[in-house]
C-alpha cells in the first residue's frame, strides 16, 4: 500500500528532516556553509530581479528565499518553480561546450527545491531536484528526478540518527552467507576488506572495524548530495542519495541510488546507457556502461564495468574490467580481467592478476549439504573455457585450468601449474611451473602489462605485481620440498595419494617430476639475484647483509605482501587501541611498506643459501647462463605464435599476414621485454663499482 501523505505546500523545501519539522531558512543556509564553502556572499533577490524572473514565466514559494550572488543575471532563469531555499551565483552570458553539446549558462525548465547553484551552471529540463550542492560549471540536462534524503548515505555503510540496524547495508564478499560480510565506506582499500572478511574469528575487532566506520562518516541526518564543478549529467532518470565528484560524466543512466562516484581532473569517472547501480561506491577513474547492474559493490580506482555486466556483493579491485558475465560475493584484488557473457564468479576470493575465460563456472550454488561454500584462487589464476569447479577449492598462485569440469575440490600446492582433469584416465593430472618452462613469455608480458596500466597514486611500498616475489616464491619453495620427496614412476611422472590435493578416492598425477624441480630452482635463481640487483648499491651483488631475521609466512592482503608477523602486529595493536580508526591503520600499514626492500633482500639471501651458492662469481655465471637462455625461450614462445601454418592457415598470402598481424621482429613489447633482459646482463658483465 502507497502511504501518500498530503502536506500544506508552503512546507516543501523546509521539512528536510525525517520527523516532519521544519529548519529555520538561516539554520539551512548555516548547514550548507558548513559543508561547502562558497567563494561568494548570497544576498535576496533586488525587486527588478523578481520582476524579471516573473515576466519569464518563473514562480517561487517565497522570493524572499531565493538568494543569489553578485553577477547573478535574471534573464537566464526561465520557466523554473522553486520552493525553499535557493541559493545561485553568478551567472554569465556565456554557454558551456563539452564534446558536441552546446549548452547556454543559466536555469531553464525546471523545477528545483532547496539547492545551492554555484556559477555559471546550465541547468535544463530537470523535472525535479532537490537538496544538492551543484558546484560551478556543471551541466545538467534531461534528468526526471535527482534529490538526497535526510539520512543519505552516499554507498557507505552507515545508520543516521534514529535508524536501526536493520537498515545497514552491508557487503556480503567472499560467502553468500553473509557471516563474511563488511561495511563499505569511501576510501576502503582491498586490504581492508580482506582483514574484515577473513578474520572472523576475532570479535573484538570486528565491533572496532564496525565502529571505525560508524566514526569516520557520523550519525547527523540532513547532509546534501554534492555534484563536483565540470560535471556532465544528461539524459538520466533517477538519481537519489548520490554524491559525486568533479569532471564526472553520467548519461543515460537508468537508476542511480545511494552512492558515492569518486571522480577528478586527472581521474574523472564516467557512468553511461542503462546503468542501474544501488548501494555502492564508484573510485577514482572508474567506468560503468551499457546496461550495467552493480548492487552493494565497491569498484576500487580505475575498474570498469561494461556490456551488462552484474557485480553484486563484491569488492572489485583497481585496475580491473568485467564485461558481460557475472559476479556475485566475491573479494576481488587488483587487476582481474572477466570479458565474456557466459562466465559467473561466486563466492570467492581471488588476489588479483587473474583472467576468467568464456564459459567459466567458478563456484556453482548449493552443491554441498551445508551452506554454500567458497573459494581461494591466489594470484595468477586462469581458468581455461568452460571451467566449472566446485567449492570448497584452493589454487596456489598462477593455476591455469584446462577445460573441463572438476567433480572434486581440489587444493593445489603448486604454483605456476596447468591443471587438467583426465577424463580418459579419469585422474587429475598437475604439471608444475608449466608457465616457467612452456610460456614464459607470457609471464614477461603479464608483468609488462600490470605496470603499465598501474594508475593508482601513493601505493605502499609492498605493492608487488611481479609474478616472482615473497608470496610466490614462499609457495615455489614449499612446492620445490614436496616435488624432491615424490618417486618417479618410469615416465618421469609421480603420484600423490588420493585426499591430498584432490577431495576423491583417486590419485592425482604429477607431470614432468623432474623438469618441474629445475624450472622451480630456476626462478628462485631469477628472483634472488634480481632481487639483489636491484638493491645493488656499491657494485655487483654488494648488497649490505641484512641476515636472515625471524621466519616468515608472506600474505597477499588485498594486492599487498606483508608477513604473518606484520598481520599479528596489526590485529594485536587494534585490539590494545593503538591503532583506533582507519586512518590510523593505512598509516601503519605504510610504514611497513618502508622495509619491505630489506626484507625482499633477506629472502634472497636465504634462497641463495638454499641453492648452495658460495662466491659472487658462481651466482653471476648462473645467472647470465639463465637470462640468455630466458631471452630464448621468449623468442622461440613468441615466435611459434608467428610461425604456426594453422595460425597463417586464415591468410591468402604472406603480404596479408604480414598486414595484419605484423613480424615478430617489429613487437614492441617482445622488443621492449628483451632490452630488459639485455640491460640486466649488462648490469652483471659491467658493474658500477666492482668491490669483489
Known amino acids: 500500500m502507497n502511504d501518500i501523505q498530503k502536506k500544506p ?10 520527523d516532519g519539522s521544519q529548519r529555520e531558512v538561516d539554520i539551512d543556509a548555516g548547514k550548507r556553509d558548513l559543508q561547502k564553502q562558497w567563494p561568494y556572499t548570497f544576498r535576496p533577490l533586488e525587486p527588478v530581479e523578481i520582476e524579471i524572473l516573473v515576466q519569464q514565466k518563473n514562480t517561487a514559494s517565497d522570493w524572499g528565499h531565493i538568494w543569489v550572488a553578485e553577477g547573478f543575471d535574471p534573464r537566464l532563469v526561465r520557466n523554473n518553480r522553486f520552493f525553499g531555499l535557493v541559493r545561485i551565483g553568478p551567472l554569465h552570458p556565456v554557454y558551456l561546450e563539452f564534446h558536441d553539446l552546446n549548452l547556454p549558462v543559466g536555469i531553464y525548465n525546471s523545477t528545483l527545491i532547496s539547492c545551492d547553484l554555484g556559477e ?7 523535472s525535479y531536484l532537490a537538496h544538492y550542492l551543484i558546484e560551478p560549471s556543471v551541466i545538467l540536462l534531461n534528468i526526471d528526478e535527482m534529490h538526497v534524503t535526510d539520512h543519505a548515505k552516499f554507498g557507505e555503510g552507515v545508520l543516521k540518527d534514529g535508524e536501526t540496524e536493520a537498515v545497514r547495508v552491508w ?17 576502503m582499500t582491498p586490504f581492508d576488506a580482506w582483514l574484515w572478511a577473513r578474520y572472523r574469528g576475532d570479535a573484538s575487532m570486528l565491533d572496532k572495524l564496525k565502529c571505525w566506520t560508524q566514526q569516520q562518516v557520523g550519525s547527523d541526518r540532513g547532509a546534501y548530495g554534492v555534484v563536483g564543478t565540470q560535471t556532465v549529467i544528461k539524459s538520466c532518470r533517477i538519481i537519489k542519495d548520490v554524491r559525486i565528484g568533479s569532471h564526472a560524466y553520467i548519461k543515460g543512466a537508468n537508476k542511480l541510488k545511494n552512492l558515492t562516484i569518486s571522480s577528478e581532473a586527472h581521474r574523472p569517472s564516467q557512468i553511461g546507457e542503462g546503468v542501474e547501480m544501488v548501494n555502492g561506491i564508484m573510485g577514482f577513474g572508474c567506468r560503468a556502461f551499457y546496461g550495467v547492474k552493480a548492487i ?19 569488492y572489485l579491485g583497481a585496475n580491473s574490467t568485467i564485461s558481460c558475465c557475472e559476479v556475485l560475493n566475491s573479494l576481488i584484488f587488483p587487476f582481474h580481467e572477466q570479458h565474456h557473457n557466459n562466465s559467473f564468479l561466486i563466492a570467492g576470493l581471488i588476489e588479483g592478476q587473474s583472467n576468467i575465460a568464456s564459459g567459466a563456472t567458478l563456484g556453482s550454488n548449493h552443491n554441498t549439504r551445508q551452506a554454500d561454500g567458497e573459494f581461494i584462487a591466489k594470484r595468477g589464476f586462469w581458468p581455461g573455457l568452460c571451467v566449472s569447479i566446485k567449492h570448497n577449492s584452493l589454487f596456489a598462485s598462477y593455476t591455469l585450468l584446462v577445460k573441463g569440469d572438476y567433480p572434486f575440490e581440489i587444493n593445489n600446492p603448486f604454483p605456476f601449474a596447468l591443471v587438467a582433469n583426465d577424463v580418459s584416465r579419469d585422474e587429475l593430472s598437475i604439471m608444475p611451473a608449466y608457465w616457467w618452462m612452456y610460456n614464459t613469455y607470457a609471464l614477461f608480458r603479464n608483468e609488462h602489462k600490470y605496470q603499465s596500466r598501474e594508475r593508482r597514486q601513493n601505493l605502499p611500498g609492498q605493492t608487488d605485481t611481479s609474478f616472482l616475489a615473497p608470496d610466490t616464491v614462499q609457495e615455489i619453495r614449499k612446492a620445490l620440498k614436496l616435488l624432491t620427496e615424490l618417486p618417479l614412476e618410469g615416465d618421469g611422472s609421480s603420484r600423490i595419494p588420493a585426499g591430498q590435493v584432490e577431495n576423491s578416492k583417486r590419485t592425482v598425477r604429477i607431470l614432468k617430476v623432474t623438469n618441474a624441480i629445475r624450472a622451480y630452482r630456476e626462478m628462485l635463481l631469477y628472483f634472488a639475484a634480481k632481487s639483489l640487483l636491484e638493491g645493488e648499491k656499491d657494485g655487483l651483488f654488494a648488497v649490505e647483509d641484512y641476515g636472515h631475521g625471524q621466519e616468515v609466512t608472506w600474505i597477499n592482503g588485498g594486492g599487498m605482501l606483508l608477513t604473518d608477523h606484520q598481520i599479528t602486529s596489526l590485529i594485536r595493536r587494534i585490539g590494545q587501541n593503538e591503532i583506533a580508526s582507519w586512518s590510523d591503520l593505512h598509516e601503519t600499514i605504510d610504514g611497513f611498506g618502508q622495509d619491505y626492500p630489506f626484507m625482499k633482500i ?18 653471476a655465471g648462473e645467472y647470465l647462463n639463465l637470462l640468455d637462455e630466458l631471452k630464448s625461450k621468449i623468442q622461440d614462445s613468441r615466435r611459434k605464435d608467428f610461425e604456426n601454418p594453422f595460425r597463417k592457415a586464415t591468410s591468402m598470402s604472406e603480404e596479408e599476414w604480414n598486414a595484419v598481424y605484423g613480424s615478430v621482429t617489429d613487437e614492441d613489447l617482445l622488443i621492449e621485454i628483451l632490452h630488459k633482459f639485455d640491460a640486466a646482463i649488462s648490469q652483471v658483465n659491467h658493474p658500477a663499482k666492482a668491490t669483489h
Open 120 to 126: 555559471d551552471v546550465a541547468i535544463m529540463n530537470v
Open 296 to 314: 552493494r559493490f565497491i569498484m576500487d580506482d580505475h575498474t570498469t564495468l561494461k556490456y551488462g555486466a552484474r557485480l553484486i556483493n563484491s
Open 171 to 187: 557487503m556480503e564478499v567472499m560467502n553468500e552467507n553473509g557471516r563474511r560480510s563488511v561495511l563499505p565506506f569511501v576510501g
Open 602 to 619: 633477506r629472502l634472497a639471501r636465504e634462497i641463495l643459501d638454499e641453492l648452495e651458492f658460495r662466491s659472487t662469481d658462481q651466482l
Open 9 to 18: 505546500i508552503e512546507h516543501i523545501g523546509y521539512d528536510f528532516v525525517a
